[in-house]
């Protein structure tokens, strides 16, 4: 086990809703990078924050948001749904920003209807 | 953009064999390659790693082998058990943060 855990496991929404999905990162690890991975693709990056602030994009637009905690908890928050939003979404911790090891967790499975 | 392209994208093979994958990059300052083991629900894990300084390097049944003139990295597990049986994402480090995947090789072993 990587000792990254996300909630919910499964999440059904409608189109034009807002979500959000939470993580609990290793802890000791400062950085976390969330993924979007449709079905029968690798992740695709979104974004990283390390010590609570954004530290690099992927391409997605801004109706994609995050924050970061102190207590080595995040958020991965997604407005104004589209069908193509439907997903497994991963976040992985990492010591360190500079630390290139990825420890994930099992994900949340969001549907969007 | 940067980009990692995997192949093949199903692998099936005898208990027993050898199962080869192969992957290429797009960014040539990529320094760092991972390679990752997804099971059904799960998250992926981390299985073997590879620097941009080292051309090979092995733990075991895994073995990781690095061209890094021609881009190309590719996974070799020996001696494959029914176990070994996922999906094998192969990924390179990015902009110093930004890890890309590939699009994944789904490996069946028979047993």
């Known amino acids: 086990e990587t000792g990254v855990t996300q909630s919910p496991t499964h999440l059904i929404k409608t189109r034009g809703q807002q979500v959000t999905l939470r993580c609990s990162s290793q802890?000791?690890?400062?950085?976390v990078s969330w993924y979007q991975q449709a079905l029968g693709q690798g992740p695709q990056f979104i974004f990283q924050y390390y010590r609570e602030e954004e530290n690099g994009r992927g391409n997605f637009p801004p109706r994609f948001s995050g924050l970061q905690f102190p207590n080595y908890s995040s958020e991965l928050n997604v407005n104004a749904l589209e069908l193509d939003d439907s997903a497994l979404y991963l976040c992985?911790?990492?010591?360190?920003?500079?630390?290139?090891?990825?420890?994930f967790g099992s994900g949340t499975q969001l549907s969007v209807l | 953009g940067e980009n990692v392209e995997q192949h093949p994208s199903t692998l099936s093979v005898q208990e027993g064999d050898s199962a080869v994958i192969k992957c290429t990059y797009s960014d040539s300052a990529s320094n760092y390659f991972p390679w990752y083991k997804q099971e059904l629900g799960k998250g992926p894990q981390l299985i073997i790693d590879i620097r941009s300084n080292v051309g090979e390097k092995k733990d075991q049944r895994i073995a990781v082998t690095l061209n890094k003139t021609a881009k190309h990295f590719s996974l070799h597990i020996t001696e494959t058990q029914p176990e070994d049986s996922a999906v094998y994402f192969c990924a390179a480090l990015t902009g110093g943060f930004k890890t890309i995947f590939g699009a994944g090789t789904r490996l069946f072993v028979k047993a």
């Open positions: 992985a911790s990492s010591l360190d920003r500079t630390e290139e090891k990825l420890f």
């Open positions: 802890s000791g690890h400062n950085t």
